[in-house]
């Protein structure tokens, strides 16, 4: 199936820092969506992105969906301990009915 | 509250027997999905329902089956010629007309031992 590049695979941080992390694909998206997930649960909408060029906030996390519609980013800034867990992009291809997504960024943050 | 419900939490499964994992959702959506995750790895497609009585095999299907009887229901049922079945199974609903919000449940770990 399509591939989903996402990185870093894993960020290990101080408590306080921003985080950057992306996904990139050869293909062509029409939408982007970040998700969270934490141990032995499903993952959680964060941020959901329609538009190339659109940048949208959801409280410390920004997160945008690239010009060539190929790519997208996650920031989040002054980053708590709670914000550790597994994100992931997932992305609808043109024309097509189901999402792919990433490999995955675990975050691990040191207090 | 509306939401997806996956049961059971945890299941084990001796070899070669068939399992069934539940999955209803009461948000009214259309389409419903089931993926597979691994350690360290992304969600992985097993099968798509877009609409009742009707369903499409994803990236992974071999050795599962599924059912769609009813909007709310889309049960996966991992029969015994699925090789490595070990793994997080989840499943997700999204509003009608596409993929653009999927929401998903808590997830189903099934082993096999």
């Known amino acids: 199936g399509q591939q989903l590049n996402q990185s870093p695979q894993s960020m290990f941080i101080q408590e306080g820092e921003d985080v950057s992390m992306n996904c990139t694909s050869s293909?062509?998206?029409?939408?982007w969506l970040w998700y969270k997930q934490e141990p032995g649960e499903g993952p959680v909408l964060l941020i959901a992105?329609?538009?190339?060029?659109e940048l949208t906030s959801n409280g410390r996390l920004t997160a945008q969906f690239g010009i060539t519609r190929k790519d997208s980013f996650l920031n989040i800034s002054a980053s708590i301990p709670s914000d550790v867990g597994i994100y992931f992009c997932?992305?609808?291809?043109?024309?097509?009915?189901?999402?792919?997504f990433g490999q995955g960024t675990r975050l691990t943050i040191n207090p | 509250d509306g939401g997806i419900t996956q049961s059971p939490k945890y299941l084990f499964r001796k070899e070669g027997q068939n399992v069934t994992l539940s999955c209803e959702q009461n948000?009214?959506?259309?389409?419903m999905y089931w993926y597979r995750q691994d350690p360290g790895q992304g969600l992985r497609l097993i099968y798509y329902?877009?609409?009742?009585?009707?369903?499409q095999k994803g990236d992974i299907a071999e050795g599962y089956s599924v059912s769609r009887e009813k909007k709310e229901s889309f049960p996966l049922t991992v029969t015994s010629a699925q090789k490595n079945p070990t793994a997080f199974y989840l499943c997700?609903?999204?509003?009608?007309?596409?993929?653009?919000?999927?929401?998903f449940g808590q997830g189903t770990r099934l082993t096999v031992v």
């Open positions: 992105l329609y538009k190339a060029g």
């Open positions: 293909s062509i998206f029409n939408t």
């Open positions: 997932a992305g609808q291809l043109a024309g097509a009915q189901k999402l792919v």
């Open positions: 948000l009214n959506h259309d389409a």
């Open positions: 329902s877009q609409i009742v009585n009707d369903f």
């Open positions: 997700a609903s999204s509003i009608p007309g596409g993929l653009r919000e999927a929401f």
